[in-house]
T-cell receptor, first 114, second 113 residues
Framework: GNSVTQMEGPVTLSEEAFLTINCTYTATGYPSLFWYVQYPGEGLQLLLKATKADDKGSNKGFEATYRKETTSFHLEKGSVQVSDSAVYFC?????????????FGGGTRVLVKP | DTAVSQTPKYLVTQMGNDKSIKCEQN?????MYWYKQDSKKFLKIMFS???????INETVPNRFSPKSPDKAHLNLHINSLELGDSAVYFC????????????FGQGTRLTVV
């Protein structure tokens, strides 16, 4: 079956620090990969996505590259802000006979201090 | 306009009660989902409907029954609530294409006491 593994948090950083959150996946087909962000008390919002190998997704200064050879989709941001404090979820979508669904990693809580 | 809206946002109820959570999407998507987020933030799919037809049912107890009156609505009814049902339940919708992202509602925090 499909699975997503991401680094456990919490990750605590100072403002303007570099952020990396590792994500690796296992999939039987050719999945699309996503990063979702959940701010406190809110639902999940799409941060970025990549639908095929070597694609790079980017949004709000965040980037992630779909690496099929290492089955990874690591999230990076060069200079974080306090407003980036949230829980980040790596996910994959693999359309099988049973329909389309997202398989999530366990989430990584990021806390950015001023 | 809220793309995916679910009600209520908070639900506190006693063990043994029956409750429903409603979800509506105005995005014209074909597929809707229910996800459960536990206290450790772990998210897992429960159900998926495509054009009112149940597509995915992920080993969820029979006490949980989704109902889709039309493709814009997917409600979740829970019978005989148990303490372990306490969680945040998210409704989501997407196009059927796996390359497109899912849009999530704000979540319903269910607390069973």
């Amino acid at each position: 079956g499909n699975s997503v593994t991401q680094m456990e948090g919490p990750v605590t950083l100072s403002e303007e620090a570099f952020l990396t959150i590792n994500c690796t996946y296992t999939a039987t087909g050719y999945p699309s990969l996503f990063w979702y962000v959940q701010y406190p008390g809110e639902g999940l919002q799409l941060l970025l996505k990549a639908t095929k190998a070597d694609d790079k997704g980017s949004n709000k200064g965040f980037e992630a590259t779909y690496r099929k050879e290492t089955t990874s989709f690591h999230l990076e941001k060069g200079s974080v802000q306090v407003s980036d404090s949230a829980v980040y979820f790596c996910a994959l979508s693999d359309h099988g006979a049973a329909g389309n669904k997202l398989t999530f990693g366990g989430g990584t809580r990021v806390l950015v201090k001023p | 306009d809220t793309a995916v809206s679910q009600t209520p946002k908070y639900l506190v109820t006693q063990m043994g009660n029956d409750k429903s959570i409603k979800c509506e999407q105005n995005l014209g998507h074909d597929t809707m989902y229910w996800y459960k987020q536990d206290s450790k933030k772990f998210l897992k799919i429960m159900f998926s409907y495509n054009n009112k037809e149940l597509i995915i049912n992920e080993t969820v107890p029979n006490r949980f029954s989704p109902k889709s009156p039309d493709k814009a609505h997917l409600n979740l009814h829970i019978n005989s609530l148990e303490l372990g049902d306490s969680a945040v339940y998210f409704c989501a919708s997407s196009q059927e294409d796996r390359r497109t992202e899912a849009f999530f509602g704000q979540g319903t925090r269910l607390t069973v006491v």
